[in-house]
């Protein structure tokens, strides 16, 4: 039964309950025998709430007999990464100094998706505090992609994002600053959303770059997630007014990309692009084309991504660092280094990365989109690595040496985020290791229908989304 029930969507998984073709009880029971499975292959939870899982699908169970109105995704389970707050279930951090803490409130998001009646399966694992682009912790350890599991899940969503490819669940929610969503969501094969800034709220927030967000194995369970988490708040001062868009619908529109014009990056200007990954991603423009969009390749005039890592992100990773040796905490090394890297900026650096080149990055893309409809690029430059460690990506590609590899790494996924754009990524391809590789649709300024939207379309026109990894 559990081979049956893994790799069903959450939105199938939906319609069977209501069809009374399965149950929330043995969907539940599954869910935590796949677990036992791989969790140890893959080390992807932190926290496993087996016993409360199984009591909430009991009264899923008992809700679904009585009949009436209840939401899509009720019933259905998920896993949490571990940087999201869930009361009474305890929140890590992915820090030593947090291994026991236990939030006394639900995060904003997580409140929401209670409301809609997910059962949480458990929390996901994450780098401390989420700073690292893998997801390599002091308390957890290594988390692998579910292709092969001596190679790393990316972050700092990598718990999230592996744990729904390997059938565990198959929606996790995940969070995402330059790309923790989307880099992991590559690399593990799975769909990953972040939306426009402000999109989905964040209780007291100080930072509008940095947003939470969707993890799934289909482009339509990562918009019901969507659908049931947007919407103001009055504890977050950058959240958006409800727009009444329902994400799920923009993924289920009939159609293809028909119409639109599609700009495509290689992502070259930087640094270098994997072989394969360059093949992966001009075999999907292709496939673009195939489904109707016209496309046209050019290059994105952007800022230095790495500089600007460290001018925007390195004071808050002073910050970090500082309470970790307070707290008598070891610190990696890149961690560190980023740190040391900001501490010998001057005000002025700072101030224009987080004014100037923010304003130079949007406008950049303003540029594109005032003659585009969407641009695409590989959500990463190159495919999953061997674990290594602390440095966050590989030594070299295609022989050419990497300074900062973690930051090469979501060299890709930086500049949308602080242009506050939806960006989505979505599986196109394999390399000719058996490794995935992700397709990042960017979209204008709140735009985060029309990027679902074509997402769906594109996926629907493949099918690489029916590939699953055996463990």
């Known amino acids: 039964m559990t081979d049956d029930l893994t790799w069903l969507s959450a939105h199938e998984l939906g319609r069977q309950y209501r069809s009374r073709e399965l149950s929330p009880v043995e969907v539940v029971e599954a869910a935590l025998e796949r677990t036992e499975q791989v969790n140890d292959r893959l080390n992807v939870m932190v926290t496993i709430t087996a016993d409360t899982a199984r009591e ?3 009264e899923a169970e008992r809700r679904f007999a009585a009949g009436g109105d209840l939401p899509p995704l009720y019933g259905v389970p998920i896993t949490v990464k571990d940087l999201t707050e869930t009361a009474g279930v305890r929140t890590t951090y992915g820090c030593v100094a947090y291994a026991e803490y236990v939030p006394a409130e639900d995060a904003i998001s997580w409140s929401r998706l209670k409301e809609a009646g997910v059962i949480l399966l458990g929390k996901t694992t994450t780098p401390e505090f989420g700073l690292l682009g893998v997801t390599e912790s002091k308390l957890t350890g290594t988390t692998g992609t579910p292709w092969d599991t001596s190679r790393a899940a990316g972050g700092s969503s990598g718990g999230a ?3 729904t490819v390997a059938g565990i669940a198959p929606i996790a929610w995940g969070s995402d600053g330059g790309g923790s969503i989307r880099v992991p969501a590559s690399l593990c094969g799975a769909v990953g959303i972040k939306p426009s800034t402000g999109r989905i709220p964040l209780k007291d927030n100080t930072e509008p770059d940095s947003t939470e967000g969707p993890l799934a194995r289909r482009v339509v369970d990562a918009a019901l997630l969507l659908d049931v988490t947007v919407g103001p708040h009055p504890l977050d ?3 958006l007014p409800a727009t009444g868009e329902r994400y799920a619908e923009a993924a289920l529109a009939e159609g293809d990309l028909s119409g639109l014009r599609i700009a495509a990056d290689h992502g070259r200007q930087h640094g270098p692009v994997d072989k394969e990954t360059e093949r992966v991603f001009s075999a999907a423009l292709n496939e673009l084309r ?3 969009a016209v496309v046209e390749e050019l290059q994105v005039d952007l800022p230095d991504p790495l500089e600007f890592f460290v001018a925007y992100w390195g004071p808050e990773y002073i ?3 500082s309470e970790m040796v307070e707290n008598g905490l070891d610190v990696w090394p890149l961690t560190a280094g980023i740190a040391e890297r900001a501490a010998t900026l001057t005000p002025a650096q700072v101030s224009r990365a987080s004014r100037d080149t923010k304003t130079e990055i949007y406008l950049a893309y303003a540029n594109v989109f005032s003659r585009f409809d969407l641009l695409v690029t590989p959500t990463t430059p190159f495919p999953a690595f061997p674990h290594a460690g602390d440095i966050g990506g590989p030594a070299s590609v295609n022989g050419e040496s990497l300074e900062l590899p973690g930051g090469h790494l979501h060299r890709l996924t930086e500049s949308p985020s602080h242009a506050g ?4 990524s979505v599986p196109c391809g394999f390399t000719s290791e058996g490794l995935p590789v992700g397709l990042q649709f960017i979209g204008p300024r ?8 074509a997402a769906a379309r594109y996926e629907r026109s493949t099918d690489w ?5 055996s463990l």
């Open 56 to 58: 909430q699908a009991r």
């Open 161 to 163: 994002a592996s744990s």
């Open 237 to 239: 001062r950058f959240s």
């Open 290 to 292: 195939a489904a109707g």
């Open 319 to 321: 910050n970090y660092v």
């Open 421 to 424: 754009l939806p960006a989505i």
């Open 446 to 453: 709140h735009a985060d229908a029309a990027v679902v939207s």
């Open 465 to 469: 989304w029916t590939r699953h990894p």
